[in-house]
């Protein structure tokens, strides 16, 4: 089923590049709309958005954020 290629075809199943598991097949959007491009990424590594996380949305500067990581927090 995965390698359908009439499901292919129409991206219900899409391929997608992982960074540590490489590419792996996956459900695509059900929805197709002309004028909306449908993107599709895979899922955030644990903790690759931590610091962009406490810097942007919470405030933290530099310093902080590495006394966090000096006390195993984050």
Known sequence: MLNDPHLRAREMIITVQHPTR??????????IMSESPR???PAPLLG????EILSSWLGYDAEQIAQ???????
């Open 48 to 51: 690759q958005h931590t610091e």
């Open 39 to 41: 993107t599709y990424t």
């Open 68 to 74: 966090l990581r000096a006390q195993g927090i984050v």
């Open 22 to 31: 490489g590419a792996f097949p996956m459900p695509g959007s059900p929805i």
